[in-house]
């Protein structure tokens, strides 16, 4: 399990930690900013700073690429692993896959499936796998539809020695807290 105290280590004795996002449109993003990627990456950088003395080496030793494929199934993302990306050797893959398997007759056993076949496929290359959910939406009826593929994938971790992030069940979590209001 990679820890922020584990990265600092890292940092520290070679300068520089590679992470590669793969994932769907919630990924990729391309057109929001800040994106998942930028957002992850300036949290983590912050986090690191605050335990590094020379700011310079976590802010120019990590290093992240953006992999996300706007409507990507599971399925597009095991045609998507490429040599490009292996031969970058990443310290990370941090993974968030992906709810369009609904709209592609992708049953959530197939979906699980191809989860475990994707980390498979990185798992032999000597780095670290954080696999994500997708997130909840705001639309019970299309949550009730992905809940089962969430379910399905929960039921394969652990796996390996993977991080798991529930980011369904984290930000439904999150949207049932009462909203406070201040007076102006």
Known sequence: MITLEKLKSYLLETGAYKIIFLGDSITSAEWVHPNWREIFEYVLKEELQKKISDWKIPSWGIRCINSGFDG?????????????????????????????????????????????????SVYSHNCSIVYCT?????????????????????????????????????????????????NI
Do not use: G, W
Request: glycine letters at 0%.
């Open 72 to 120: 990507a199934t599971t399925k597009d993302l095991l045609n998507k692993i490429n040599p490009e990306a292996i031969d970058y050797r990443p310290n990370m893959f941090l993974i968030m896959a992906t709810s369009n398997d609904i709209f592609s007759e992708i049953t959530p056993t197939e979906h699980a499936a191809n989860i475990k076949r994707l980390v498979d």
């Open 134 to 182: 997708d997130i909840c939406s705001n639309n019970d009826e299309y949550d009730q539809r992905y809940l089962p593929y969430v379910n399905k994938v929960k039921s394969l971790f652990p796996y390996r020695e993977i991080n798991f992030i529930n980011l369904f069940e984290e930000l439904k979590r999150y949207l049932k807290l009462p909203l406070i209001q201040k």
